[in-house]
C-alpha cells in the first residue's frame, strides 16, 4: 500500500474525528443557554398574555411576572405617571396607546 494514501487517510480520518468532537462540545456548551433563552421566551410570553387579559387580577398577575424576572435581554417595569398602569383596548381591540401610533385606515 502507497504511504501517501496511508497518510491521507489518516489525516482525512483524524480531522473528521476532531469537527465531529467539536461540533458535540458546541452542542453540549449551547444547551443549556438554548434552555435559558426558551424559558425566558416563555416567561415573556406568559407576561404578554396576562396583559391581554381582561380579568379583574391583571395588574396584580402582571406585576407578580415582572416581579419573578428571568427576562433576558429585557428591562420590563411599569410606568405610573398619570397613566392607568393597564390600559383598555380602544376599538378593534387595540391597546390605547398602539392605537396613538398606528396610521388611522
Same mark, same amino acid.
Not at 416563555?42 to 424576572?69: F, Q
Given at each position: 500500500?502507497? =504511504?501517501? #494514501?496511508?497518510?491521507v ?11 465531529? =468532537? ?5 452542542? =453540549?456548551a =449551547?444547551?443549556e443557554?438554548?434552555?435559558?433563552? @426558551?424559558? +425566558?421566551?416563555?416567561? *415573556?410570553?406568559? *407576561? ?5 387579559? #381582561?380579568?379583574?387580577h ?8 415582572i ?8 428591562? @420590563? ?6 397613566? /392607568?398602569? +393597564? ?7 387595540? /391597546?390605547?396607546?398602539?392605537?396613538? @401610533?398606528?396610521?388611522?385606515?
Amino acid at each position: 500500500m502507497d =504511504l501517501r #494514501a496511508r497518510l491521507v487517510g489518516g489525516l482525512v480520518g483524524y480531522f473528521v474525528l476532531l469537527i465531529v =468532537l467539536a461540533c458535540v462540545l458546541i452542542a =453540549l456548551a =449551547l444547551r443549556e443557554d438554548v434552555l435559558e433563552e @426558551v424559558d +425566558a421566551s416563555s416567561r *415573556l410570553v406568559d *407576561l404578554m398574555l396576562a396583559m391581554s387579559d #381582561a380579568g379583574e387580577h391583571r395588574l396584580a398577575r402582571v406585576e407578580s411576572l415582572i416581579a419573578e424576572g428571568g427576562m433576558r435581554h429585557l428591562a @420590563v417595569t411599569l410606568e405610573r405617571d398619570g397613566e /392607568p398602569v +393597564a390600559q383598555e383596548a380602544a376599538a378593534g381591540g387595540v /391597546p390605547r396607546w398602539l392605537a396613538a @401610533v398606528l396610521p388611522h385606515a
